[in-house]
Nanobody, 126 residues
Framework: VQLQAFGGGLVQAGGSLRLSCAAS????????MAWFRQSPGKEREFVSA????????YYADSVKGRFTISKDNAKNTVYLQMNSLKPEETAVYYC????????????????????WGQGTLVTVSS
């Protein structure tokens, strides 16, 4: 599975951006897809995830109510709509996916994900 993320850019505080992550591969099969972000000097942190089969969604507390994750099954694409962005959310945003597995919920640990996109930079100016 290959992931390609795009949609980052420069936005003013309070503005919105929509990120996309397109998955490709001979036999696309994942348990969930997620977004993480990493700012300079900080660890990669979980932002949001969606279970592929059920479409259940999960969010970090810091983005609840402002970010929305969704997917398009036909396009094997996941989206992250980000509203009311804050300067401290400036980071490289990565999409990730994990292989099919038996589990409840999704993982919020980056080490549990098997596939990663190249990242897209989001810069929020104050």
């Amino acid at each position: 599975v290959q992931l390609q993320a795009f949609g980052g850019g420069l936005v003013q505080a309070g503005g919105s951006l929509r990120l996309s992550c397109a998955a490709s591969g001979r036999s696309f099969s994942v348990y969930s897809m997620a977004w993480f972000r990493q700012s300079p000097g900080k660890e990669r942190e979980f932002v949001s995830a969606i279970r592929w089969s059920s479409s259940n969604t999960y969010y970090a507390d810091s983005v609840k109510g402002r970010f929305t994750i969704s997917k398009d099954n036909a396009k094997n694409t996941v989206y992250l709509q980000m509203n009311s962005l804050k300067p401290e959310e400036t980071a490289v945003y990565y999409c990730a996916a994990d292989r099919p597995r038996r589990a409840i919920g999704v993982s919020r640990k980056s080490n549990d994900y098997d596939y990663w996109g190249q990242g897209t930079l989001v810069t929020v100016s104050s």
